[in-house]
């Protein structure tokens, strides 16, 4: 038998029904008590034209240090493939020391949910002029 022709396919960097996030983990530094540090986070649809879109439900904020930490995500938000969306987590410590949360964005593609690991440092910074300090 005789070759009558060879296909050549371009190797695929959509991965249908999945959604993907800017980062997976975010850290807040150096956050005074009662200062609210504001982070974005961008959500994409990583499937191709012709995947299915998927709708983002909603969000949940979990750990012992939850209550320090919030997002701008209020209500459902359907991306179409290749689509994204940018939301903000916040970051408000009530007190100095370290906190940590995770942070589970519920969705309806297969990855779901997607789980980005939440870390915050709060402290009141010195302020140094020569050799004296000043704090708070």
């Known amino acids: 038998p005789a070759i009558k022709a060879i296909a050549i396919v371009g190797q695929s ?23 609210t540090s504001t982070k974005t986070l961008t959500l994409t649809n990583l499937g191709a034209n012709g995947d299915t879109a998927i709708t983002v439900t909603g969000a949940t904020i979990s750990g012992a240090n939850a209550a320090l930490f919030g997002t701008s995500l209020s209500s459902a938000v359907t991306l179409a493939p290749g689509q994204s969306t940018t939301i903000n987590v916040t970051y408000t410590p009530t007190a100095s020391g370290t906190h940590q949360a995770t942070f589970a964005i519920n969705h309806s593609g297969s990855n779901t949910p997607l789980q980005v690991s939440l870390s915050g440092t709060a402290g009141v910074i010195p302020i140094g002029f020569g050799k004296s300090v000043l704090t708070g």
């Open 13 to 35: 960097t959509s991965q249908a029904n999945n959604l993907g996030t800017s980062a997976t983990s975010l850290s807040y530094t150096a956050v005074p008590p009662n200062t």
